[in-house]
């Protein structure tokens, strides 16, 4: 079974400063894993993914997650945050293998002006 | 091209009332899924389709909960009869072998 947990339910920064959303997974076999934002009322939008290779991974909006398989992570970063990077943040894995996306609870950002 | 589309963007019925969902994937993605989000729950998979087959609906809540892809192009879920639980929002979203799943803008659907 795949699950992913993301441990905040709420982050805040002040704009400008550095934004980490936190995610943890869990897999039998190699993972897939994803970042994706929810805007109010909108689809989910797709930010990044790890498949394999470099371990830091660049993705839209000036976001980057890091890989790491011994701590099974994939933390989100962005180096300045923006007001308009407030949105809900998920993280989701899959195993190879298995087509099936398991998203976490989702983390609330809010970036203060 | 245009995206996942999905229709309608917002539904209201009656309890007892069918529901049909409707999804239009992007051109030339071979996964369809259902997802439904939920405060309480989250986001739930609810089935999955690889080249139009219906690949795993252990995620369908209900019997009352029935999907169908007639084609690579069209895909429908359905309830029949719902219930006030079942308000929810509802994405279908597809991918490419399986890769990034990319969501259409969801229908948010109300029972009274």
């Known amino acids: 079974a795949q699950s992913v947990a993301q441990p905040e339910d709420q982050v805040n920064v002040a704009e400008g400063n550095p934004l980490t959303v936190k995610c943890t997974y869990s897999?039998?076999?190699?993972?897939?894993l994803f970042w994706y934002v929810q805007y109010p009322n909108r689809g989910l939008q797709f930010l990044l993914k790890?498949?394999?290779?470099?371990?830091l991974v660049k993705g839209s909006y000036g976001f980057e997650a890091e890989f790491n398989k011994s701590q099974t992570s994939f933390h989100l970063k962005k180096p300045s945050a923006l007001v308009s990077d407030s949105a809900l943040y998920f993280c989701a894995v899959r195993d190879l293998g298995d087509y099936k996306l398991s998203f976490g609870a989702g983390t609330t950002v809010t970036v203060r002006a | 091209d245009a995206g996942v589309i999905q229709s309608p963007r917002h539904e209201v019925t009656e309890m007892g009332q069918e529901v049909t969902l409707r999804c239009k994937p992007i051109s030339g993605h071979d996964y369809l899924f259902w997802y439904r989000q939920t405060m309480m729950r989250g986001l739930e998979l609810l089935i999955y389709?690889?080249?139009?087959?219906?690949?795993?609906d252990s995620g369908m809540p209900e019997d009352r909960f029935s999907a169908k892809m007639p084609n690579a192009s069209f895909s429908t879920l359905k309830i029949q009869p719902s219930e006030p639980r079942d308000s929810a929002v509802y994405f279908c979203a597809s991918s490419f072998f399986g890769y990034e799943a990319f969501f259409g803008q969801g229908t948010r659907l109300t029972v009274v």
């Open positions: 389709f690889n080249n139009n087959v219906p690949i795993d």
């Open positions: 897999v039998s076999g190699n993972p897939y």
């Open positions: 790890y498949i394999t290779g470099d371990n």
